[in-house]
């Protein structure tokens, strides 16, 4: 039945119900018995068409239901959220409860939202591979992860430009490594067979070391205390911790329980002679620049101290001029002999047989693995009688060189 099928008989039924009110009104009487029958039988009648309407209509609205309006039990509409609108509401409910979670504890949190941290849990243990002891952490959630990681970069430059990999479980993983820098093309001739020239790859192992900040204590009323920051003193601490000690083994690891360094195994180009040590000169960087194969020197940099770089500073070229330029063209950064730098503290300095300067693209020599991301754990019982809780960042990690020829060396002489 069409609209208008139904309502033809409700304006039939409406206009006798009031053809009957319009002529007892002319004749300016009321209506008579037989009238007011009519028109209650009218009226029920009209109750019933509009009924059968109704029905119709919430009938078709079921046979073709808008999921658009269809809302969850909190009474949110998620269908008209967008895939990147679902992920930032939910980023900031796990970030809104991390962050209770800190001041508070679980015993702050309702069942909904231990539920939301439970689904970001790390056992440290199976981490580990160990079985003894109870200690897990929970995701650090953006705002944190962010004031965390650059905290770490701050103290370590050769995380900035190394090759950094994640990956969601912490396996032995086989990287393969290959140097190509000595394979060639030729010139064929007609009806002449190409050569051979065999690819060589290495394989190396990469792990996942536990990394851990050690303990930082904050006292009760610090925590109950709304006005101090702990959103960002908290990760600045452990990341100054985690980029101090994973430095280290970035730059000088054996490879032993630890990461291995960058500078391990690699090539050195340039060492000046005896009685030389802790000198610097401007043909030293210029031979270090240059021992570095051109296909290399598309995305390279000078890596080393701030003790070094005070050195390089007062170098200048034949005609006076510093090699560090301050600001070479404005919005860059400062350079080294027109080639950008990075500082990282793990850099040996300059004396005796230090490898105290390294030049080359460190994305494709040096790779870093990283599992999972960084998390954290909240420790309330153990330091309860100094009314303090404890807090622990922890991640895991592990680092090799890759491309042996995509960096070269300067190291000082031994006597």
Known sequence: MSERDELDPQHRIWNRMKEIVDTAKAEGRDLTAEEDANWNAANADLDKVLATIERN??????????????????????????????????????????????????????????????????????????????????????????????????????????????????NPLQWPTHDGTSEVGQIIGENTQVAEVETTFGTRTIGAYMYSSNLVLASLQILQDSVFDLDTWLPTHLGIRLGRAVSQHFINGTGSGQPTGVTTGVTVAVQPTAGNIGVLTYNNLIDLEHALDPAYRQNCRFLLNDNTLAVIRKIVDGFGRPLWVPIPVPGMSPTINGQPYAIDQGMPSLAANSLSILFGDFQRAYIIRQVLDVHMLRLTERYADFLQVGFLGFLRLDARPDDPAAVKAFKSPAT
């Open 57 to 170: 209509r919430r009938m078709a609205e079921l046979d073709s239901p808008d999921y658009s309006r269809v809302l969850n039990a909190n009474g949110v509409d998620e269908r008209k959220e967008t895939r990147e609108e679902l992920e930032a509401r939910r980023g900031v409910e796990y970030e809104d409860a991390f962050r209770t979670y800190m001041r508070g504890g679980l015993e702050g949190l309702n069942p909904e939202r231990r539920g939301l941290l439970a689904n970001h849990y790390m056992d440290a243990r199976a981490a580990q591979g160990t079985t003894s002891g109870a200690v897990g952490g929970y995701l650090v959630p953006p705002g944190y992860r962010q004031v965390l990681v650059e905290t770490m970069k701050a103290y370590g430059g050769l995380i900035n430009f190394a090759n950094v990999i994640q990956t969601a479980t912490g």
